[in-house]
């Protein structure tokens, strides 16, 4: 009897993590338009606080990205897990199966007296 895998979801995790890296690659890039903007600002107070408040939003952006794609990384390996399980049980039914076949032929007994004489 073979079990079905488990699907995985319409948007795969895997493609979700790719993006979450790209969105990662964007804010740090981001976060070091922030610093050259603070380190051009000089002394003008008020474009230095601008710059700190852009790289503070940006380095925030970027954490919640992290944040996000851990989630699913840890989702994408849950669901490799279920699906190497669940792939393994198949090739042990099967193995099972073609077991209890082999012993019924070897003794002249049909499936179904080798499973009642191995239950009593």
Not at 28 to 43: G, H
Not at 48 to 75: F, H, S, Y
């Amino acid at each position: 009897m073979r079990l079905p895998l488990p699907s995985l979801p319409r948007r795969a995790p895997h493609h979700e993590c790719a993006s979450f890296d790209r969105g990662i690659a964007a804010a740090d890039a981001d976060v070091s338009k922030a610093n050259e903007a603070r380190l051009k600002a000089r002394d003008d107070k008020d474009r230095i606080k601008a710059a700190k408040q852009a790289g503070n939003d940006a380095q925030a952006k970027r954490n919640a990205l992290v944040t996000q794609r851990q989630a699913k990384a840890d989702q994408l390996a849950a669901l490799r897990i279920r699906r190497s399980d669940v792939a393994g049980s198949q090739t042990t039914a099967s193995g099972e199966f073609a077991a209890v076949q082999f012993a019924a032929a070897s003794f002249g007994v049909s499936e179904a007296q080798l499973h009642e004489s191995s239950s009593t």
